[in-house]
């Protein structure tokens, strides 16, 4: 196994209910002992419902946010004891794309300033330099390059995403957050956007952490998938083992919702909130195969056959 590039180890993280009197705030558990490791080049799909800590992880993977307790560490350091330099290093290394593009890129900037400035970040003033790194992501995301001094407002959403992508690759960071890049696209773009990240990360041999609620999406691009509910990852594994046979019941479910056009079965019992999770498996009061058990009983995140589950009821070598 090659060294990680990120990794969380046992992250936890909790948030006070800032609208009730302090000591009775309830503690929304977002995340609860999560691990997951992105070795160098890796692409790993995080997925689950709204509300399951994916925006959380991504706001600890991006040192925007802290963890209650546990460990993150990139490339074996731990990013809690960053100083300024490394916290500056790992700015230039690990860079992100968003939902939204439109509130993502600043309308007062011409895409030149847009583009560079991650360049901009790390001290590079160059003029030459820089406009021919950004002529070269351009290209890369296949724009042309003289559309460097248009506006945001005169492009289309995909385009305004390709752009996002560019900022994020110029500086050809080792890993890139990609945190639900294209469910805010129309669904003819969102099939460019995916096969340009694979075109880039075959090319560039750039690590990512794609979160997403779009399972199929995610399957298509990751390496690897970690599967989410209510704040703990209840299987994580090759994408295509987990694609092509489910072990979790949540996962099961996730890809029978998915193979759905209105997503008629993951709505079949909404998701319970992070303030009063389920004792036991968190799954329990949703899960078709729930006994007795599973109400008391924590499941571990227990090796199967190659991939982690966490299920009292998938014994080793289920379905392998
Ligand atoms: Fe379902 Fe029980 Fe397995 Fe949880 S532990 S997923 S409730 S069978």
Do not use: W
């Amino acid at each position: 196994m090659s060294a990680a590039l990120l990794e969380f180890t046992d992250v936890v993280r909790h948030f006070a209910d800032p609208s009730m009197m302090p000591g009775r705030r309830r503690v929304a558990r977002a995340l609860d002992g999560v691990g997951l490791r992105i070795a160098p080049g890796e692409s790993v799909g995080l997925v689950g419902e709204s509300g399951c800590g994916k925006s959380t992880l991504a706001r600890l993977a991006l040192l925007l946010d802290a963890p209650t307790s546990g460990r993150i560490a990139f490339a074996g350091r731990d990013v809690g004891g960053f100083d300024a330099a490394a916290r500056a290093e790992f700015r230039r290394r690990v860079q992100a794309v968003f939902q939204d593009p439109t509130s993502s890129l600043s309308p007062r900037m011409r895409l030149q300033e847009i583009i560079a400035e991650p360049l901009r970040a790390q001290g590079v003033r160059a003029a030459a330099r820089l406009d021919a790194a950004v002529a070269e992501a351009l290209t890369a995301v296949g724009l042309a390059t003289d559309m460097a001094r248009r506006y945001p407002h005169e492009l289309s959403g995909g385009q305004r995403q390709r752009v996002a992508i560019a900022r994020a690759i110029v500086a050809r960071p080792d890993l890139v957050i990609l945190d639900e890049p294209i469910s805010s696209l129309d669904v003819s773009v969102r099939a460019q956007i995916l096969n340009l990240l694979a075109e880039l990360k075959a090319a560039r041999g750039t690590a990512y952490l794609f979160i997403a609620h779009d399972l199929l999406a995610v399957a298509s691009l990751a390496d690897r998938i970690a599967v989410m509910y209510l704040g703990r990852i209840v299987e994580e594994g090759d994408a295509q083992a987990v694609s092509a046979a489910p072990l979790h019941p949540y996962t099961r479910l996730l890809f029978a919702s998915a193979a759905m056009e209105d997503g008629a079965a993951a709505s079949e019992g909404e998701p319970p909130s992070a303030y009063a999770p389920p004792s036991g498996c968190r799954f329990h009061p949703r899960c078709p195969l729930a006994q007795a058990r599973c109400a008391n009983e924590v499941p571990l995140l227990r090796e199967v056959g190659g991939r982690r589950v966490a299920c009292h009821f998938v014994p080793a070598g289920h379905g392998l």
